[in-house]
């Protein structure tokens, strides 16, 4: 049995993340797609996933995202460290 931080591609555990924390990294087109649901973090350097909601029916790809997997980490420690909570655009640089 799964357990929900385990990543439905490899089943490395994944790191939490908010929604609003994920939003940033989604290609334009997808961001429709997000819910509001805890997501997590694959951080598999070899994995195609990159970020997975906790009930494995929203799944974000490599190819979904914006960024490299390294700009991600960074991209989603500033949230924590900034805001807390990624709102108000804090990623950007």
């Known amino acids: 049995m799964y357990q929900n931080d385990q990543c439905p591609l490899c089943?490395?555990?994944g790191k939490k993340a908010k929604p609003k924390m994920i939003q940033p990294i989604i290609k334009k087109d997808l961001k429709h797609?997000?819910?509001d649901d805890l997501y997590?973090?694959?951080e598999a350097s070899s994995c195609e996933v990159?970020?997975?909601n906790e009930n494995k029916d929203c799944i974000f790809?490599?190819?979904d995202v914006i960024l490299n997997k390294?700009?991600?980490e960074s991209n989603t420690d500033c949230c924590k460290s900034s805001?807390?909570?990624g709102s108000g655009g804090?990623?950007?640089k």
Do not use: D, M, P, T
């Open 90 to 92: 804090c990623c950007k």
């Open 83 to 85: 805001c807390g909570s």
């Open 61 to 63: 790809l490599l190819r």
């Open 33 to 35: 797609l997000i819910v």
């Open 70 to 72: 390294n700009e991600i």
């Open 11 to 13: 089943n490395e555990h």
């Open 50 to 52: 990159v970020a997975f």
């Open 40 to 42: 997590y973090l694959c």
